[in-house]
């Protein structure tokens, strides 16, 4: 679970309903904690020792089109601000700054990984303000409350709180063998796991269930949580789970995957480290794809290997 990308957060959210507009005047005053994204990217702080998510004030001469209230680290209250897309650009030449997506940020272990869930934390509230600035029930402009933490319609007095979008990603496995997929928009060679959006009403097992049977033509049985990974794309939250396949005859939906097949654990092994012979590979460690194809391998997912 360590690799796994977004899941570490180094500050606390509890209590920064205290008071929120007042934290994030705070935190906005140089000495404090910034988080700060151009568009879709993050500016990151660099020195000698390694870049962090974590700027000591907001950038100068740059006015922030939204900022939110994240928590509190060590008592000081932390803030995340949007700026216009172009500084990303405009800091090329800046020896203390560096711009970076945040996919890209942890695949390469840019910044420790303790950042990385405030980094997709603030990536998701900030894209949801940018979404939302008119009320759904009015129609009226909604303003940010609570320190960004809601959006206030004055018209009708609607308060719009920030969603998260629930993914069911599962390993589906019958014997020695898993289901594997891919989609055109993936890199040549890779495969991973089945995932889809839980549809309103629907328990994370039926979506399981569903988008297996769907996309593959599987029927699946017996379905188990293993993990779950925040995903900034964004803003959703992976929900791992573990299927037992019920049947073995793949009909794909070619809409969906442009390729689907079982796979023995032996093979599933080489492609985790890429040794496959025919250059077959996996999602990056830090994806949680990776982590429920070794969880599965290992035991720790499904009924234990049977040798």
Request: hydrophobic share 40%.
């Amino acid at each position: 679970m360590s690799e796994l990308g977004y899941i570490q957060n180094r500050h606390v959210r509890a209590g920064i309903e205290h008071d929120p507009d007042g934290l994030l005047t705070e935190a906005c005053r140089p000495g404090m904690a910034v988080v700060a994204m151009a568009g879709e990217q993050a500016i990151l702080r660099q020195s000698s020792g390694g870049a962090s998510a974590l700027l000591p004030a907001p950038i100068e001469a740059e006015t922030p089109r939204d900022k939110v209230l994240l928590g509190l680290l060590d008592g000081r209250p932390v803030a995340a601000f949007l700026y216009d897309a172009s500084l990303a650009d405009r800091i090329a030449d800046a020896p203390s700054l560096m711009a970076q997506d945040l996919r890209s940020i942890a695949v390469e272990g840019t910044v420790p990984a303790d950042e990385l869930g405030m980094l997709a934390q603030a990536k998701s509230l900030l894209s949801w303000h940018a979404r939302h600035r008119f009320c759904a029930n009015c129609g009226n402009p909604a303003a940010p409350g609570a320190g960004g933490l809601r959006r206030d319609c004055a018209a009708c007095g609607t308060q719009h709180f920030p969603r998260t979008d629930p993914v069911s990603i599962m390993l589906v496995a019958r014997g020695d063998k898993c289901l594997l997929g891919r989609q055109k928009r993936f890199v040549a060679g890779s495969y991973s796991c089945l995932a889809g959006f839980i549809a309103p009403g629907e328990t994370i097992e039926d979506a399981v269930r569903r988008e297996v049977l769907e996309e593959a033509g599987i029927r699946v049985g017996r379905v188990t949580y293993v993990a779950s990974q925040p995903w900034p794309f964004p803003s959703s939250i992976m929900i791992g789970c573990w299927g037992e396949a019920l049947t073995e005859e793949i009909v794909l939906d070619r809409e969906e995957l442009e390729d689907g097949r079982w796979f023995h654990r032996d093979e599933l092994a080489l492609m985790l480290e890429r040794k496959h012979p025919d250059g077959l590979i996996t999602p990056p460690p830090m994806a949680i794809a990776n982590h429920l194809m070794r969880a599965w391998l290992s035991g720790e997912a499904g009924p234990a290997p049977s040798r």
